[in-house]
T-cell receptor
Framework: GQQLNQSPQSMFIQEGEDVSMNCTSS?????WLWYKQDPGEGPVLLIA?????ELTSNGRLTAQFGITRKDSFLNISASIPSDVGIYFC?????????????FGKGTKLTVNP | DGGITQSPKYLFRKEGQNVTLSCEQN?????MYWYRQDPGQGLRLIYY???????QKGDIAEGYSVSREKKESFPLTVTSAQKNPTAFYLC???????????????FGPGTRLLVL
């Protein structure tokens, strides 16, 4: 089945630093989604990408839909302590004739003040 | 406010007991989903429903059951057959404009289930 490889698994950074994480796959996806999950809470949608090559920003967050449709990255600029959490990528792709959402295993971000 | 609510926030289950987790949405979304999340792991799909009175097994449906009698509600029952039920359970919903497709999913706040 389709799988997403999300990296890095965890990151420890200083406040103010920029962050980059990515998801790759051997399968093609039609939509890429990036979520953030705070401890004990449900994931919250950050950015949705619908077109290959699309670059979208949401405040200090920027995400891109890879031109091959097999990857996506998320950048966070000038990190702050409230950026702490787990970031998940998710791809919508066709499997067995129907669309299915596949999740990466997450990148755990720790920001030191 | 439109959104997805899950209750309770924490739930304790005794050995051999069935428990039901509630999920309600007022977003008028057609599709609803249940995921299980274990520490350090991604989300694994338990069941999903694209329309009222219909639901499909996900990747880890064994030991779970669901119903979809109303568009707004998709309760999940963790049965005694689920031998390792301790996990964080997440409900999600989405619009499904076309059969066989999915749209962006929005999540509830989750229910943490603990076995006594």
């Amino acid at each position: 089945g389709q799988q997403l490889n999300q990296s890095p698994q965890s990151m420890f950074i200083q406040e103010g630093e920029d962050v980059s994480m990515n998801c790759t796959s051997s399968s093609i996806f039609n939509t890429w989604l990036w979520y953030k999950q705070d401890p004990g809470e449900g994931p919250v949608l950050l950015i949705a990408l619908y077109k290959a090559g699309e670059l979208t920003s949401n405040g200090r967050l920027t995400a891109q839909f890879g031109i091959t449709r097999k990857d996506s990255f998320l950048n966070i600029s000038a990190s702050i302590p409230s950026d702490v959490g787990i970031y998940f990528c998710a791809g919508l792709g066709t499997q067995g004739g129907s669309e299915k959402l596949v999740f990466g295993k997450g990148t755990k971000l720790t920001v030191n003040p | 406010d439109g959104g997805i609510t899950q209750s309770p926030k924490y739930l304790f289950r005794k050995e051999g007991q069935n428990v039901t987790l509630s999920c309600e949405q007022n977003l008028n979304h057609d599709a609803m989903y249940w995921y299980r999340q274990d520490p350090g792991q991604g989300l694994r799909l338990i069941y999903y429903s694209q329309i009222v009175n219909d639901f499909q097994k996900g990747d880890i449906a064994e030991g779970y059951s669901v119903s979809r009698e109303k568009k707004e509600s998709f309760p999940l029952t963790v049965t005694s057959a689920q031998k390792n039920p301790t996990a964080f359970y997440l409900c999600a919903s989405s619009i499904t404009p076309l059969a066989g497709t999915q749209e962006t999913q929005y999540f509830g706040p989750g229910t943490r289930l603990l076995v006594l």
